[in-house]
């Protein structure tokens, strides 16, 4: 007897002060749900709307084991598509789906997409500070933890506002001036290479803050500091600049949080102009389009670095783990960590211990939500000041 879809729905929380949208598939078997991430922060109530308002009544009774059928269907049922917001509805949809088989199977997800090729996700965690002496206090702080990798930001995205001289009645904004932020950022590195040596690896996300030609010259004035990769160094509109930075630089480049159609990165990888992909699973669509995009990377040389800040809900996360450990082309795992209130609301959650993450052997995903705890932290609307980027003379910039 098939097992069908009965009900769908979305979860809005946010428990870290960021939102976020779970989705919760209720199957013909009371006992057997599924959940997936659908977070998109900044629109949570767009994706919610299209979860609930289009995609539920799309789905009801339709076959929960007839995964790609669904969503190759979903993915073109309004005739456009590949935007973000429906494209994090899908995803939502499409994870949950996963989690119903694995539960149906009795098995994780991982063993679902082939088996473990690693016991675990190595990960790498955030160090920030108003200065580079901030930021050594926090990467030696990691280090103790037992962290190999770290992101190192002095000032934030783009070096902060300090010492910029603004036009008279220039608007509000996150302002940024790029030749000072590219000193600050090569000055950082020299002054952690001499306190730390070699033995420890270091990530830098530009957040695609520069100009094409900006980016040559940082990637290149970087190249001393051997970073493991320098992230998002252009915006997703100048991704064919990337073969010019290929060119003139031989620091490991990674980018994609922002890519939400295939043909963002397919160019970058078939021609190897990228080292790491770094696509938001819930961005492009979930787990099925995700273990498709680890299997061309593979063949191309190029490793998965997939997103995974805050504005990933734990599901997502736990998502990205089963992808980690069953993929080839892993490189590395973004990792912001989970406190004691997360894994009382999302009891499951991967653990990290000693610089890795580990997937649980629980059916599916593994991972189940508190509703009622969740209740008790709603989402916001406002829109993140770190958003509304500006350059120095107050026009505005990528974020």
Avoid at 123 to 130: C, F, I, M, N, Q
Avoid at 140 to 164: A, H, L, P, T, W
Avoid at 292 to 310: M, N
């Amino acid at each position: 007897m098939d097992i069908t879809i009965k009900d769908v729905k979305t979860i809005l929380t946010a428990p870290q002060g960021v939102n976020l949208v779970v989705v919760k598939i209720y199957t013909s078997e009371p006992e057997i749900y599924g959940l997936g991430c659908a977070t998109f922060t900044q629109r949570h109530l767009n994706v919610a709307l299209a979860v609930e308002k289009y995609l539920k009544p799309f789905l009801i009774g339709k076959d929960v084991q007839r995964i790609e059928d669904i969503w190759q269907t979903a993915m073109v049922s309004g005739y456009w598509r590949n935007g973000p917001e429906f494209n994090n509805a899908v995803s939502g949809v499409d994870m949950a789906l996963w989690d119903i088989k694995g539960k149906i199977a009795g098995l994780p997800v991982y063993q679902l997409l082939g088996g473990k090729c690693r016991e675990a996700a190595i990960v790498y965690k955030h160090a920030e500070g108003d200065s580079k002496e901030e930021v050594a206090e926090n990467v030696q702080r990691f280090m103790d933890e037992g962290y190999q990798y770290i992101r190192c930001q002095v000032g934030g995205y783009g070096g902060g506002k300090s010492k910029i001289n603004t036009p008279i009645n220039a608007l509000p904004g996150a302002y940024f001036e790029p030749k000072t932020y590219m000193r600050n950022v090569v000055d950082m590195f020299e002054y952690l290479r001499n306190k730390f040596g070699w033995d420890i690896d270091f990530i830098h996300d530009v957040h695609e803050r520069l100009s094409p030609t900006e980016a040559m010259q940082f990637a290149k004035r970087l190249e001393p500091y051997q970073l493991y990769y320098l992230e998002d160094a252009l915006p997703p509109e100048q991704i064919s600049w990337f073969e010019q930075i290929r060119q003139h630089s031989s620091t490991p480049i990674a980018m994609g949080e922002l890519f939400n159609n295939p043909n963002e990165w397919l160019s970058l990888i078939s021609n190897r102009m990228i080292d790491f992909i770094r696509v938001h699973v819930s961005q492009i669509g979930g787990i099925t389009p995700a273990k498709k995009l680890s299997i061309i990377s593979e063949a191309f040389g190029v490793r998965t670095a997939w997103h995974g800040p805050h504005d990933v809900s734990p599901v997502g996360h736990a998502a990205n783990i089963h992808l980690d450990v069953s993929s080839m082309a892993f490189g590395i795992q973004e990792w912001q960590g989970f406190d004691d209130l997360i894994h009382e609301m999302f009891p499951g959650s991967p653990v990290e211990k000693n610089g890795y993450v580990y997937p649980n052997d629980l059916p599916g995903l593994g991972i189940d939500i508190n509703e009622e705890l969740a209740k008790k932290y709603p989402c916001d609307s406002k829109i993140p000041d770190w958003t509304l980027a500006r350059l120095f003379d107050g026009s505005p910039a990528r974020p």
